[in-house]
């Protein structure tokens, strides 16, 4: 696909922050014509768009402008976008972000996923698929900030809903957002086959088909830090999808 069709179609929910103000956006690549374009195609759907050009100025502007969600390239012309990634955690900073990569190799993109990034598309992308994975993640990052206070137990994993801790036989485990997400969902579904299909539409609601292979990713590197050095708990069912069920 390519990256430069037209601006998406209207959708019919608009989204604005909780006080109804604009959703602020902060988009980071050094090609001044891509994020022109990613601008246009967001101030269509009301939002505030900042952008940068370089990793430093992005941290800046995250600083200044406080988005609700960033953009960001992970090649830049002087911190890349998992430098700038970490510095923003380190900083105590949660946005989400929704990575840029002209990479296609898996561990580039795992790498990505692994520093603390919420998604990724990998150019050539379509605005409209840009737009409707950030509509996912701001709506995910609203729901998880209005989650009710609840803990999950599923042997001995833990999932507390309300301060987000995850506990493996009292061990904590660190997940992003998104591993959050499809963590609490397949611990809601205990001993339950949920599909990719599933899967998409639960944790990242995408708006149109969503790709398999972030399901894929994603799964692999919950397994990295749930399963790592014990009874695994998280399955594939070949064919199916995935069930999580107690050792």
Known sequence: MSMYPAASEPVTTKLTRADGTPIRVLAVDDEASLTDLIKMALRYEGWEVQTAATGHEA?????????DVIVLDIMLPDLDGMSVLH???????????LFLTAKDALDDRIAGLTAGGDDYVTKPFSLEEVVARLRSLIRRAAQSALA??????VGDLVIDEDSYEVTRGDEPIE????????LRYLMRNPRRVL????????VWSYEFGGKASVV???????????DAGR??????????GYMLKAV
């Open 195 to 202: 599909s990719k299909p599933q899967i998409l539409d639960r």
């Open 216 to 226: 894929e990713l994603y799964i692999s590197y919950l397994r990295k830090k749930i």
């Open 148 to 153: 009710s206070d609840s803990i999950i137990t």
């Open 87 to 97: 510095r923003l955690r380190a900083d105590g900073d949660d946005v989400p972000v």
């Open 59 to 67: 941290l800046s502007q995250a600083r200044e402008f406080r988005p």
């Open 231 to 240: 009874e695994p708990m998280i399955h594939t069912v070949r064919g199916a």
């Open 175 to 182: 997940l992003t957002a998104t591993e959050f997400e499809l």
